[in-house]
C-alpha cells in the first residue's frame, strides 16, 4: 500500500520559515518524482514545487521561487519542502505527491497523493 504522509506544518508569522516533509512508503522513491502542491480555502489545488526521481531537475511556481526549495534524500524515503519569507498569500493546506520518473506540474500528473498538512502564515 503506498502512503505519503506530510508533516511540519504550522502557525509562522510573516516573514518566518517552515519545512515540510513527506515521508513515502510502499513504492520504490527513488523511482518517482516528487511534487509539491497547495490548496487554500476556496481555490483550487496549485503547483508549487516538483523534483525529478534523481534530484537534478527542480520547477518552481512563479509566486514561491527563490523562497521555497524542494529537495529529497532517496535513502530516507523522503522528500521535503522548504519554505522561506513566508507571506500571507502562502496559508494553505500543502500536499505532496508522487508520480514514476520525470517532474510534473499539474495535479493530474500525478498518481499518488497524501492527506495535506496545514500551514498558516499570519500577518
Known amino acids: 500500500q503506498v502512503q505519503l504522509v506530510e508533516s511540519g506544518g504550522g502557525l509562522v508569522q510573516a516573514g518566518g520559515s517552515l519545512r515540510l516533509s513527506c515521508a513515502v512508503s510502499?513504492?520504490?522513491?527513488?523511482?518517482?518524482?516528487l511534487g509539491w502542491f497547495r490548496q487554500a480555502p476556496g481555490k483550487e489545488r496549485e503547483f508549487v514545487a516538483t523534483?525529478?526521481?534523481?534530484?537534478?531537475?527542480?520547477v518552481y511556481a512563479d509566486s514561491v521561487k527563490g523562497r521555497f526549495s524542494i529537495s529529497r534524500n532517496n535513502a530516507k524515503n523522503s522528500g521535503y519542502l522548504q519554505m522561506a519569507r513566508l507571506i500571507s498569500e502562502d496559508t494553505a493546506e500543502y500536499y505532496c505527491?508522487?508520480?514514476?520518473?520525470?517532474?510534473?506540474?499539474?495535479?493530474?500528473?500525478?498518481?499518488?497523493w497524501g492527506q495535506g498538512t496545514q500551514v498558516t502564515v499570519s500577518s
Open positions: 505527491a508522487a508520480r514514476p520518473y520525470g517532474d510534473g506540474r499539474t495535479v493530474a500528473d500525478y498518481e499518488y
Open positions: 510502499g513504492l520504490s522513491f527513488s523511482n518517482y518524482a
Open positions: 523534483i525529478d526521481w534523481t534530484g537534478g531537475a527542480t
